[in-house]
T-cell receptor
Framework: SQKIEQNSEALNIQEGKTATLTCNYTNYSPAYLQWYRQDPGRGPVFLLLIRENEKEKRKERLKVTFDTTLKQSLFHITASQPADSATYLCALDMGKTALIFGKGTTLSVSS | DGGITQSPKYLFRKEGQNVTLSCEQNLNHDAMYWYRQDPGQGLRLIYYSQIVNDFQKGDIAEGYSVSREKKESFPLTVTSAQKNPTAFYLC?????????????FGSGTQLSVL
């Protein structure tokens, strides 16, 4: 079965630095990979989507890469701010059923 | 405002009791989903529906039931057969269920056992 792993449960960085979160998957490459942000006690909010034939996608301070050879996606937040502190979820989009979510990485940005 | 509404925010269940979690959307989306979130476990799919009067089991459907009588509504019943129901339940919707469909989530229901 398809598995998805987000390497770090928690990531602590200082304000202004770049946060890099990792998402690895096994078996088949998804057609798409999606990233969501979740704040405590709230539902996830969609951030970015990247197709398998796209190397990189950007949105403001966010950047996502997708390497189908390594079966990995990296999610970067540049010039991080304390307001970026949240849990970030990676999800595989196989197009057949529902999204397959990773366990998430909790990012803490200290000032 | 368009969105997806879950109620109640907090729910308590007694032993042997069935409880129903409400999920309503006014986004005119065809697909709706129920996920369960436990600490450190990520989101696990319970049921999903791609169209009215049709739904499919997800990875952890045992002890749960759903209905989809209206496009806007996808209630989840946690039955007494679900022995460990304490979790954060999330409802979501999308335009359809194909590639490239992002999910819109509700704000969740925290279910606890008394």
């Amino acid at each position: 079965s398809q598995k998805i792993e987000q390497n770090s449960e928690a990531l602590n960085i200082q304000e202004g630095k770049t946060a890099t979160l990792t998402c690895n998957y096994t078996n088949y490459s998804p057609a798409y990979l999606q990233w969501y942000r979740q704040d405590p006690g709230r539902g996830p909010v969609f951030l970015l989507l990247i197709r398998e034939n796209e190397k990189e996608k950007r949105k403001e301070r966010l950047k996502v890469t997708f390497d189908t050879t390594l079966k990995q996606s990296l999610f970067h937040i540049t010039a991080s701010q304390p307001a970026d502190s949240a849990t970030y979820l990676c999800a595989l989009d196989m197009g057949k059923t529902a999204l397959i979510f990773g366990k998430g990485t909790t990012l803490s940005v200290s000032s | 405002d368009g969105g997806i509404t879950q109620s109640p925010k907090y729910l308590f269940r007694k032993e042997g009791q069935n409880v129903t979690l409400s999920c309503e959307q006014n986004l005119n989306h065809d697909a709706m989903y129920w996920y369960r979130q436990d600490p450190g476990q990520g989101l696990r799919l319970i049921y999903y529906s791609q169209i009215v009067n049709d739904f499919q089991k997800g990875d952890i459907a045992e002890g749960y039931s759903v209905s989809r009588e209206k496009k806007e509504s996808f209630p989840l019943t946690v039955t007494s057969a679900q022995k460990n129901p304490t979790a954060f339940y999330l409802c979501a919707s999308s335009i359809g269920r194909g590639y490239n469909e992002k999910l819109f989530f509700g704000s969740g229901t925290q279910l606890s056992v008394l």
